[in-house]
């Protein structure tokens, strides 16, 4: 158990619908991280924040964003959702934004 | 744009042999190289990780080898048990302010550990 926390586990929904997929990172934890997962793009990075701010962005698109809250919780924000979007999403942690990186168990994301 | 490059895809060892995973990267800003093991169902956990300035290390049975002229890095399990049967994936980002922290993935090698 690497202290990550994400919800839901599953999440169904149809084609151009929006989600939320939410994560908690480890206690102490700064930095939180999202990452896409598929069959044919493999491990993807999305998205970085740092202690509330933006800080580094990766392959993600325009439907897609995040924010960190004063908690230091954060939220991907899915939407517009077309069937290449199913995948795995995964949260990563970190102290600062330059430590090793620990991941959440993931949201499976199927869009019919 | 692939810029690490993993192989093999897949791989097969006999219990108690040696597994070995190759990886190759095109940026030289690279400073930071993970290996992380990922179980079906579960989230990838990290195993062992280096850092540029040095050439291997090892945590237990697993030991990373790093060639800067090359360009290139590898992971080593020595001792190979059935449990260490999951797919593997090498990383690199940057780890000192010269760009986006995010990891890049190779594509995986899926590791199958035969009793």
């Known amino acids: 158990d690497s202290g990550v926390t994400q919800t839901p586990k599953h999440l169904i929904t149809a084609t151009g619908q929006r989600v939320t997929l939410r994560c908690s990172p480890r206690?102490?934890?700064?930095?939180v991280y999202w990452y896409q997962q598929s069959l044919d793009q493999g491990l993807q990075f999305l998205i970085q924040?740092?202690?509330?701010?933006?800080?580094a962005k990766g392959n993600i698109l325009e439907r897609f964003s995040a924010q960190q809250f004063p908690d230091l919780h954060s939220e991907l924000n899915l939407s517009s959702l077309e069937l290449g979007d199913s995948a795995l999403y995964f949260c990563?942690?970190?102290?600062?934004?330059?430590?090793?990186?620990?991941f959440g168990p993931g949201t499976r994301l199927t869009v019919l | 744009q692939q810029q690490v490059k993993q192989s093999p895809q897949s791989l097969i060892v006999q219990k108690g042999g040696i597994s070995i995973i190759n990886c190759a990267y095109e940026?030289?800003?690279?400073?930071?190289f993970p290996w992380y093991q990922q179980f079906p169902g579960k989230g990838p956990a990290l195993l062992i990780a280096?850092?540029?300035?040095?050439s291997e290390k090892k945590e237990g049975r697993f030991t990373i080898s790093f060639n800067k002229s090359a360009k290139q890095f590898s992971l080593h399990i020595m001792d190979s048990q059935p449990g260490d049967s999951a797919t593997y994936f090498c990383?690199?980002?940057?780890?000192?302010?010269?760009?986006?922290?995010?990891?890049?993935f190779g594509k995986g090698t899926h590791l199958i550990i035969q009793p």
């Open positions: 990563a942690s970190s102290f600062g934004a330059h430590n090793e990186q620990f």
């Open positions: 206690s102490g934890d700064l930095s």
């Open positions: 924040y740092y202690n509330g701010e933006e800080r």
């Open positions: 940026n030289t800003a690279f400073d930071y």
């Open positions: 280096i850092r540029p300035d040095v």
């Open positions: 990383a690199a980002s940057f780890q000192s302010g010269g760009g986006a922290d995010g990891l890049t």
